[in-house]
């Protein structure tokens, strides 16, 4: 009876230690999600994925296409939207890389409760993404827009916006766990950073706008939008914001002046 204890523990154990990855997936298997979106519908909501191309981002072959695919599915709710994706990619959304998720203003002003508690809950995402809000926008037309400098546009914004609110203090970087904890405490409301759309060609979402110097659109991060509860209520100035941010110390080496007589001032890093 004792080595049948012995042999029945031994075996639990050699079980778990040799189990291995038992759900890894090959690299080759999987499309990369650097950037997300969400836009509310009439029966439910549209999610957005913007997936690595892997062809185009290879160094050592000649680049193909654009350097990202979006992605785009409907659902009662966010789960069964982003599993609808299988449908059109035969690779599965890896989200652990994911940089920034974009919420259209009708969804961020209907309330975004339901998207916190997905993407709090979901394991396969991390916590150090960032939201925006597309100002006056669809979360489709921001995803859409190809940016020049950085060739994946999902880390052109997350570097934009963690680098823009140290040297200007007209945006703040927000992500899952601060959004959470400051719509469930009391006394606190959240804001979230607007992104929006500068005037361009109208095939920005081409590969070929990218050839040209400044005839693309430009996506730019602009003020801050202010909730009650978990719903979007308005928008602060960029002097509003400006100040938000030193009251909160979120503002670290932004440039101000002083006039020290009526034509001449003092230009200075606080």
């Not at 639990?12 to 509310?40: K, R």
């Not at 597309?134 to 979360?139: F, L, P, Q």
């Not at 995803?143 to 880390?155: A, K, S, V, Y």
């Given at each position: 009876m004792v080595n049948k204890i012995k042999f029945i523990v031994?075996?639990?154990?050699?079980?778990?230690?040799?189990?291995?990855?038992?759900?890894?997936?090959?690299?080759?298997?999987?499309?990369?999600?650097?950037?997300?979106?969400?836009?509310?519908?009439?029966?439910?909501?549209?999610?957005?994925?913007?997936?690595?191309?892997?062809?185009?981002?290879?160094?050592?072959?000649?680049?193909?296409g654009a350097p990202v695919f979006l992605f785009t599915q409907h659902g009662d709710n966010l789960f069964s939207a982003i599993q609808k994706i299988a449908l059109e990619s035969p690779?599965?959304?890896?989200?652990?890389?994911?940089?920034?998720?974009?919420?259209?203003?009708?969804?961020?002003r209907n309330g975004i409760k339901d998207a916190i508690d997905f993407y709090m809950r979901d394991y396969e995402f991390r916590t150090d993404f960032y939201f925006a809000v597309?100002?006056?926008?669809?979360?489709r037309e921001v995803?859409?827009?190809?940016?020049?400098?950085?060739?994946?546009?999902?880390?052109?914004?997350?570097g934009s916006l963690k680098l823009s609110q140290d040297h200007t203090g007209l945006t703040k970087e927000v992500n899952i766990i601060d959004l959470a904890q400051i719509i469930l405490a009391d006394g606190h409301e959240p804001v979230l950073p607007g992104i929006?759309?500068?005037?361009?060609?109208?095939?920005?979402?081409?590969i070929s706008a990218?050839?040209?110097?400044?005839?693309?659109?430009?996506?730019?991060?602009?003020?801050?939008?202010?909730f009650c509860d978990d719903k979007l209520i308005g928008w602060l100035s960029g002097e509003e914001t400006l100040g938000f941010n030193y009251?909160?110390?979120?503002?670290?080496?932004?440039a101000e002046y002083v006039y020290y007589n009526e034509t001449d001032q003092i230009t200075f890093e606080f």
């Open positions: 031994f075996f639990c154990l050699f079980s778990v230690l040799c189990s291995g990855c038992w759900i890894s997936h090959e690299i080759d298997t999987l499309g990369i999600s650097i950037a997300a979106g969400i836009d509310l519908t009439e029966s439910g909501y549209t999610i957005y994925h913007r997936v690595l191309n892997p062809k185009a981002i290879t160094g050592n072959v000649e680049t193909v690779r599965k959304i890896y989200n652990a890389h994911l940089r920034m998720i974009i919420l259209g203003e009708d969804m961020a597309a100002r006056n926008k669809t979360a995803l859409e827009i190809l940016t020049p400098l950085e060739f994946i546009p999902g880390l052109n914004m997350y929006d759309i500068s005037p361009g060609t109208p095939d920005s979402d081409n990218m050839t040209t110097v400044n005839g693309g659109k430009r996506l730019f991060y602009n003020g801050l939008g202010f009251i909160l110390g979120n503002a670290k080496d932004c």
